[in-house]
């Protein structure tokens, strides 16, 4: 039996120290939810907001339903949302709870609503930042028997269990998590502006090029005179797709396998290593056709179809699955600049027409054969890509620092919410 130590208590929700105490979380919040009725919409008015409408980054009004100011009225008075109170969705959207903090009225539906007007003994911020614990999560888990959620009641949410800290000590732990939460939007932030500038860069030096004064008319639009438009097919050695059938069979183990590069693995620029598959030796030296080399461009053919990766130079050996391979020939072209081409405007809207015309929705490679791109000279190409590499580079370093951030407050959440931490 693990011993506990002085000052600490058990717990039916875990350890606490002595002074906190367990309440449930009605007796000490009002604890309500939207209405039940489902409104006539209309063109303009109240914003009707649901659980799908609750976001990592507050409410989402970009595609909201509108009801009539009698409506609102109606359904305020059972649940008149204030600045300061909690939205947790209930139904589809479970979760994403978020503090209300805007200067126009809505009405809400299959949202439960969490008011602390007046409150002497909870903390709102400190409230929030329960709602997202494992403190929470595992009492839902337990409710549900470990299933899938789709739909939380609301006597669910009123039956909470949480932990009690003093009221200033709960708002001592929200000023500390907020200040991580601080760090971490200023992050987020630096990496919006990092990919606008990306985005932009792109769509300039893919059209304009660097340094040209003159330009020419072309089935891609206005090009540098310099450049040539031709097929992918002109620039490349080989198109083909990976193995494309059933090797669940052959899946193994990391030591006794090489990769095997899926859909889901194929992002935007990179591959994805996150929920890797490895496939047996034996299969992968009877499927040489859809063996990977460096700098291999991949496009998925199914889901986010279009978009391209590259094969990096430090890639270890891996096979692929269902996806088109475009082996470049570097005396015609710049495959990190092929790659950039391809997830530019000028080759996803050639994509997106060609996926339209196809009776399954995914490209064949006859048809990304045929794919116009522009063709710059050799060294132009390869000062595009370092650009834009640069770029890319950046983003990785900013995406890194920010789940770094994010795991320290995960950490720093479970301490001082459980009181292993006190301040």
């Given at each position: 039996?693990?011993r506990?130590?002085?000052?600490?208590?058990?717990?039916?929700i875990?350890?606490?120290?002595?002074?906190?105490?367990?309440?449930?979380?009605?007796?000490?919040?009002?604890?309500?939810?939207?209405?039940?009725?489902?409104?006539?919409?209309?063109?303009?008015?109240?914003?009707?907001?649901?659980?799908?409408?609750?976001?990592?980054?507050?409410?989402?009004f970009?595609?909201?339903?509108?009801?009539?100011?009698?409506?609102?009225?109606?359904?305020?008075?059972?649940?008149?949302v204030?600045?300061?109170?909690?939205?947790?969705?209930?139904?589809?959207?479970?979760?994403?709870?978020?503090?209300v903090?805007?200067?126009?009225?809505?009405?809400?539906?299959?949202?439960?609503?969490?008011?602390?007007?007046?409150?002497?003994?909870?903390?709102?911020?400190?409230?929030?930042?329960?709602?997202?614990?494992?403190i929470?999560?595992?009492?839902?888990?337990k409710?549900?028997?470990?299933g899938?959620?789709?739909?939380?009641?609301?006597?669910?949410?009123?039956?909470?269990?949480?932990?009690?800290?003093?009221?200033?000590?709960?708002?001592?732990?929200?000023?500390?998590?907020?200040?991580?939460?601080?760090k971490?939007?200023?992050?987020?932030?630096?990496?919006?502006k990092?990919?606008?500038?990306?985005?932009g860069?792109?769509?300039?030096?893919?059209?304009?090029?660097?340094?040209h004064?003159?330009?020419?008319?072309?089935?891609?639009?206005?090009?540098?005179?310099?450049?040539?438009?031709?097929?992918?097919?002109?620039?490349?050695?080989?198109?083909?797709?990976?193995?494309?059938?059933?090797?669940?069979?052959?899946?193994?183990?990391?030591?006794?396998?090489?990769?095997m590069?899926?859909?889901?693995?194929?992002?935007?620029?990179?591959i994805?290593?996150?929920?890797?598959?490895?496939?047996?030796y034996e299969?992968?030296?009877?499927?040489?056709?859809?063996?990977?080399?460096i700098?291999?461009?991949l496009?998925?053919?199914?889901?986010?179809?279009?978009?391209?990766?590259?094969?990096?130079?430090?890639f270890?050996?891996?096979?692929?699955?269902?996806?088109?391979?475009?082996?470049?020939?570097?005396?015609?072209?710049?495959?990190?600049?092929?790659?950039?081409?391809?997830?530019?405007?000028?080759?996803?809207?050639?994509?997106?027409?060609?996926?339209?015309?196809s009776?399954?929705?995914?490209?064949?490679?006859?048809?990304?054969?045929?794919?116009m791109?522009v063709?710059?000279?050799l060294?132009?190409?390869?000062?595009?890509?370092?650009?834009?590499s640069?770029a890319?580079?950046?983003?990785e370093?900013?995406?890194?620092?920010?789940?770094?951030?994010?795991?320290?407050?995960?950490?720093?959440?479970?301490?001082?919410?459980?009181?292993?931490?006190r301040?």
């Open positions: 039996m693990t506990i130590k002085d000052g600490y208590k058990d717990t039916e875990g350890v606490i120290p002595n002074e906190w105490n367990v309440a449930k979380l009605e007796t000490i919040c009002d604890v309500r939810d939207g209405t039940h009725d489902s409104p006539k919409y209309q063109e303009s008015g109240i914003p009707f907001i649901t659980s799908k409408h609750l976001t990592d980054n507050g409410v989402d970009s595609d909201v339903n509108y009801i009539s100011n009698e409506d609102h009225i109606s359904f305020s008075k059972r649940s008149l204030e600045n300061g109170d909690i939205l947790f969705g209930m139904i589809g959207t479970i979760g994403k709870p978020l503090i903090n805007y200067d126009f009225e809505f009405s809400i539906k299959n949202v439960a609503l969490l008011k602390f007007k007046d409150n002497t003994q909870l903390n709102n911020s400190f409230t929030l930042n329960l709602l997202k614990s494992t929470i999560d595992k009492q839902f888990s409710l549900s028997n470990g899938v959620q789709s739909f939380i009641a609301l006597g669910m949410i009123r039956s909470l269990k949480i932990p009690l800290p003093p009221l200033k000590e709960q708002e001592k732990i929200a000023d500390i998590l907020s200040t991580a939460d601080d971490i939007d200023v992050i987020a932030s630096q990496i919006e990092t990919q606008t500038l990306k985005k860069l792109l769509q300039k030096l893919l059209s304009e090029g660097i340094g004064s003159k330009f020419k008319d072309s089935e891609l639009g206005k090009i540098p005179d310099s450049w040539g438009i031709d097929t992918i097919n002109s620039v490349s050695q080989k198109i083909n797709v990976g193995f494309v059938g059933t090797c669940e069979k052959f899946y193994t183990d990391k030591a006794n396998g090489v990769l590069i899926r859909t889901g693995n194929v992002k935007e620029g990179k994805d290593l996150s929920n890797l598959k490895h496939i047996s299969f992968h030296n009877k499927n040489t056709k859809s063996q990977l080399k700098n291999d461009l496009i998925a053919r199914h889901g986010s179809s279009g978009l391209c990766s590259i094969v990096p130079e430090d270890p050996e891996a096979n692929c699955l269902n996806i088109v391979m475009i082996r470049i020939d570097t005396k015609k072209s710049n495959p990190i600049f092929t790659m950039y081409l391809f997830n530019s405007n000028i080759v996803q809207i050639q994509m997106e027409q060609k996926k339209a015309g009776t399954q929705g995914v490209v064949n490679t006859k048809e990304i054969a045929k794919t791109i063709i710059p000279p060294e132009e190409q390869k000062q595009i890509a370092d650009i834009l640069t890319d580079e950046k983003l370093v900013l995406r890194a620092k920010k789940e770094k951030y994010e795991t320290l407050k995960k950490g720093l959440l479970q301490k001082l919410l459980s009181g292993e931490v301040v």
